[in-house]
Antibody, heavy 120, light 108 residues
Framework: EVQLLESGGGLVQPGGSLRLSCAAS????????MTWVRQAPGKGLEWVSV????????YYADSVKGRFTISRDNSQNTLYLQMSSLRAEDTAVYYC?????????????WGQGTLVTVSS | EIVMTQSPATLSVSPGERATLSCRAS??????LAWYQQKPGQAPRLLIY???IRATGIPVRFSGTGSGTEFTLTISSLQSEDFAVYHC??????????FGQGTRLEIK
């Protein structure tokens, strides 16, 4: 059974930093692209970042480019999101999700989410 | 960036009836479209990908149609557990991936 478990969320002041983790199990983690998606309170889903399986290439939404860094440790089956220069508008539940396949980037498994609150 | 627009924002339907949700893309995404169901306090669940392919374990009452810029999710006979928010997502020439703003399906 595929499982994704996020951790690392919490309350942080504007301008601060936070690192999210996503522990994966139940599938060959190194063979799949992984992504972060966020959802602000009462709002829709917003894609944040993706890291590919093949070459570890990374891509970011314009809203977080230059402030967030996605990475993965295939030996530990763990996905990360390093967030810096945080703003109030980054407040959201952050989900990690597994990409179905590179040619069909639907997200077939999701974690339960971790809440990040940016406030003074 | 491809903008996804869902309609209506809220849909009220009685149990046992059919629900039809729409999603429009600002440019063609061919069949690179997925649908998700999200219940309060839960993560989204993949229902449909490739515009019409049901994901593993998804009941046959869920069906997706469309290509290009116009897409539809149909739930043929609503069950109590189907009342939720539904999101569409495009992955044409991704990244980026973009989502619609969601349709809330509520009990009439």
């Amino acid at each position: 059974e595929v499982q994704l478990l996020e951790s690392g969320g919490g309350l942080v002041q504007p301008g601060g930093s936070l690192r999210l983790s996503c522990a994966a199990s139940g599938f060959r983690f190194s063979n799949y692209a992984m992504t972060w998606v966020r959802q602000a309170p009462g709002k829709g889903l917003e894609w944040v970042s993706v890291i590919r399986d093949s070459d570890g290439g990374t891509y970011y939404a314009d809203s977080v480019k230059g402030r967030f860094t996605i990475s993965r440790d295939n030996s530990q089956n763990t996905l990360y999101l390093q967030m810096s220069s945080l703003r109030a508008e980054d407040t959201a539940v952050y989900y990690c999700a597994k990409v179905l396949v590179v040619v069909a980037a639907a997200l077939d498994h999701w974690g339960q989410g971790t809440l990040v609150t940016v406030s003074s | 960036e491809i903008v996804m627009t869902q309609s209506p924002a809220t849909l009220s339907v009685s149990p046992g009836e059919r629900a039809t949700l729409s999603c429009r893309a600002s440019q063609s995404v061919t069949s690179n479209l997925a649908w998700y169901q999200q219940k309060p306090g839960q993560a989204p669940r993949l229902l449909i990908y490739g515009a019409s392919i049901r994901a593993t374990g998804i009941p046959v009452r869920f069906s997706g149609t469309g290509s290009g810029t116009e897409f539809t999710l149909t739930i043929s006979s609503l069950q109590s557990e189907d009342f939720a928010v539904y999101h569409c997502q495009q992955y044409h020439n991704w990244p980026p991936i973009t989502f619609g703003q969601g349709t809330r399906l509520e009990i009439k």
